[in-house]
T-cell receptor, first 111, second 113 residues
Framework: IAGITQAPTSQILAAGRRMTLRCTQD?????MYWYRQDLGLGLRLIHYSNTAGTTGKGEVPDGYSVSRANTDDFPLTLASAVPSQTSVYFCASSDRGIGYTFGSGTRLTVV | KNQVEQSPQSLIILEGKNCTLQ??????????LRWYKQDTGRGPVSLTIMTFSENTKSNGRYTATLDADTKQSSLHITASQLSDSASYICVVSVGEYGNKLVFGAGTILRVKS
C-alpha cells in the first residue's frame, strides 16, 4: 500500500538523549515535511524539503535537524531532547503542493 | 499573521443527525482551503480541497463550502455515523504555489448512538 511509514510509533526518551524519527515514503513525492501536533494547537511545521538534497526551516525548527539524502527518506533528529519536545510528530509528503499524505505519527514523550 | 480558527472546539451529536463545523481564516495570499479528518492515533486524511473560485465541494456525506469574500468555510456532515467521530481540521494553503499550510486547531466531533 502506497504511503508514508513512520517509526517508531511511540517512544519514551530521557532528556538529553539523541533521537531520530524515521520517515519513508514510496510515492516518489518531491516534497516532504515534519510537523508537530500539540494539544489545542494546529500542526506546526518543523522542517521541510522541496526535493532530495535540499532542506528548509519551518515555523518551529529549534532543537531539530533533518536530512534528505534521497527522495524516499526524511529523518528528523533531536540532538538533545528536552521535555518541551514531548509531542506527536507527523511526517508528510506532497506532489507539487497539491495532494498531501500524512504518516500515522510518532508519539514522543521526553522525561 | 496567518491564522485559521475553528469552531466549535468540540461537539457531541447523536448518530443520524447533521452537523456543521466552522472555519475562519486570515491568510495572504490565499491559495486553497482543505478539510482533513484525523482519527485518534492516525494522521490527517484529506476530505476536500477548494480553490478561490469554488463555493462548494462534496465528498460523500461531507460537504464543504467556501466564502472567499468573508474568509469563511464550513464542513457539513449529513446523517452522521459513529465512524465520523474524529478531529476535523481546516487547513489553508498560502502563497503563490500553495506550499505553505496553516492549520486550524481542529474540531473534535463525537457521534454517539
Amino acid at each position: 500500500i502506497a504511503g508514508i511509514t513512520q517509526a517508531p510509533t511511540s517512544q519514551i526518551l530521557a532528556a538529553g538523549r539523541r533521537m531520530t524519527l524515521r520517515c519513508t515514503q514510496d510515492m516518489r513525492h518531491n516534497a516532504m515535511y515534519w510537523y508537530r501536533q500539540d494539544l489545542g494547537l494546529g500542526l506546526r511545521l518543523i522542517h521541510y524539503s522541496n526535493t532530495a538534497g535540499t532542506t528548509g526551516k519551518g515555523e518551529v525548527p529549534d532543537g531539530y535537524s533533518v536530512s534528505r539524502a534521497n527522495t524516499d527518506d526524511f529523518p528528523l533528529t533531536l540532538a538533545s531532547a528536552v521535555p518541551s519536545q514531548t509531542s506527536v510528530y507527523f511526517c508528510a509528503s506532497s506532489d507539487r503542493g497539491i495532494g498531501y499524505t500524512f504518516g500515522s505519527g510518532t508519539r514522543l514523550t521526553v522525561v | 499573521k496567518n491564522q485559521v480558527e475553528q469552531s466549535p472546539q468540540s461537539l457531541i451529536i447523536l448518530e443520524g443527525k447533521n452537523c456543521t463545523l466552522q472555519c475562519n481564516y486570515t491568510v495572504s495570499p490565499f491559495s486553497n482551503l482543505r478539510w482533513y479528518k484525523q482519527d485518534t492515533g492516525r494522521g490527517p486524511v484529506s476530505l476536500t480541497i477548494m480553490t478561490f473560485s469554488e463555493n462548494t465541494k462534496s465528498n460523500g456525506r461531507y460537504t464543504a463550502t467556501l466564502d472567499a469574500d468573508t474568509k469563511q468555510s464550513s464542513l457539513h456532515i449529513t446523517a452522521s455515523q459513529l465512524s465520523d467521530s474524529a478531529s476535523y481540521i481546516c487547513v489553508v494553503s498560502v502563497g503563490e504555489y500553495g506550499n505553505k499550510l496553516v492549520f486550524g486547531a481542529g474540531t473534535i466531533l463525537r457521534v454517539k448512538s
